[in-house]
T-cell receptor, first 109, second 119 residues
């Protein structure tokens, strides 16, 4: 069966460090993969999209990689700040858009 | 540009009742998708409408239905409510022109959600 896995345990890091979040999937052939940020009580906010033929995408302090052989995407936030604390969701698009359950990131000062 | 709006923001219903939720997309967006979010299952895709037609559907029972109007506004209806329907219902709009495996979902712009509690 199809499955998207994100680390269910919260990731705790110190301000200034690089946060790396993982999204693994099985039995998908996604056309592209997206990353979203969600704050408590609010809808997700789009961050980055990476297509199956792209290896890496960057936007300011954010970087996403996409390895279709490993069936994995890594999401990096460099020079992390307490304001980056949120839940981060990956989403795969084939015939529908399927979200992982998200990983909570906590950045301490 | 105004964002995606959803009404009502909070709703309390009892088992067996039905409910209708409303979503107004960003101006110019013709694709509207609905999602259910619960702590246990996460964010799950319900269905997507484009130009008044349901283009994609998730794995939910027929009690969940929707429609889209000519102005792209969308409604979602849940009939015969069950306790397990308690969730945050999110609507998202998109500029996506094509559907399915060609990457038609595009960037999803989410509304604030409707918190439904079923007693």
């Amino acid at each position: 069966s199809q499955k998207i896995e994100q680390n269910s345990e919260a990731l705790n890091i110190q301000e200034g460090k690089t946060a790396t979040l993982t999204c693994n999937y099985t039995n998908y052939s996604p056309a592209y993969l997206q990353w979203y940020r969600q704050d408590p009580g609010r809808g997700p906010v789009f961050l980055l999209l990476i297509r199956e033929n792209e290896k890496e995408k960057r936007k300011e302090r954010l970087k996403v990689t996409f390895d279709t052989t490993l069936k994995q995407s890594l999401f990096h936030i460099t020079a992390s700040q307490p304001a980056d604390s949120a839940t981060y969701l990956c989403a795969l698009a084939d015939s529908t858009l399927t979200f992982g359950k998200g990983t909570m990131l906590l950045v301490s000062p | 540009k105004a964002g995606v709006t959803q009404t009502p923001r909070y709703l309390i219903k009892t088992r067996g009742q039905q409910v209708t939720l409303s979503c107004s997309p960003i101006s110019g967006h013709r694709s509207v998708s609905w999602y259910q979010q619960t702590p246990g299952q996460g964010l799950q895709f319900l269905f997507e409408y484009f130009s008044e037609t349901q283009r994609n559907k998730g794995n939910f029972p027929g009690r969940f239905s929707g429609r889209q109007f000519s102005n792209s506004r969308s409604e979602m209806n849940v009939s015969t409510l069950e306790l397990g329907d308690s969730a945050l219902y999110l609507c998202a709009s998109s500029l996506a022109q094509t559907g399915g495996t060609s990457g038609g979902f595009g960037t999803q712009y989410f509304g604030p959600g409707t918190r439904l509690t079923v007693l």
